[in-house]
């Protein structure tokens, strides 16, 4: 593959990289700690890997304890630094709380909040339930909300930080069989905004970061994975091929390190150009919710 730069490497589990080339200075988040919803796989996953592998110590939250305990485990395994891992459901503030405690009687501060938790499936909007597009507002936009207002509260507010929420580009055009997904991200995008300029001057940068196909994630999976059976899907890229988890954790990495200290209120799309090229296929996303739903 040519192009500026090498892709770097990744694997399609959740489990830690085999190899690592360092891009930043691998000190850069020395005595850091950052607190990651959804980090128990995919992208949030690699994203504490990455976190930790520059010095990062890391709390990783989900409502699965017994997932985030395996992932910590393979974390402090192949960083050599300290993970934390918590039950949390985002859409239940009194967990969040609890959660927050527990991470600060532990690490002593949190400087980093990276909101990842998420929830999505393919279905029209005419079939889709009002019971379930509630549920992904309620994980991806509240949670959001939620767990960055508690941390403002117990801690931010009065040391300042910065806040990495992980949207998508679903809402840019509009997305067939995606109107729970997008709205839920395109408010995440507003919410970023209007949280940056509020706690701006509390020392808080706050910003987004979109990705595109991200291949080894349960979303790639379920519902991009699939279109690679769509005649010529990739050629729609203008990079002509999906990212890698390592990708995403390292705009992470920019976006929360001193490398982007001017840089708040934003979105960042990390997506080799895929929504500016991708096809409203209506026959082929049809198709691809019929394979999607024998899964």
Known sequence: MSGIGNIPEDVDTDDCLLNYSYIFSPDILKDKVAFITGGGSGIGFRIAEILMRHGCQTVIASRSLERVQASAKKLVAGTGQRCLALSVDVRQPVTIVAAVEKALRKFGKIDILVNSAAGNFLCPASGLS???????????????????????????????????????????????????????????????????????????????????????????????????AMADHYKLIPLQRAGTKTEIAHGVLYLVSPAASYVTGTSLVIDGGHWLTSANNMSAMQALLQKSAKL
């Not at 117990?154 to 580009?169: E, F, P, Y």
């Not at 509020?198 to 196909?213: H, K, Q, T, V």
């Open 130 to 228: 009002f019971n379930a597009f509630k549920t992904v507002l309620e994980i991806d936009t509240i949670g959001t909300f939620n767990t960055s207002k508690i941390l403002y509260q117990r801690w931010l507010k009065d040391h300042g930080g910065v806040i990495v929420n992980i949207t998508a580009t679903l809402s840019y055009r509009g997305q067939i069989l995606q109107v729970h997904a997008g709205s839920a991200k395109a408010a995440i995008d507003a919410m970023t905004k209007h949280l940056a300029v509020e706690w701006g001057p509390d020392n808080i940068r706050i910003n987004s970061l979109a990705p595109g196909p991200i291949s080894g994630t349960e979303g790639f999976r379920k519902l991009g994975g699939l279109a690679r």
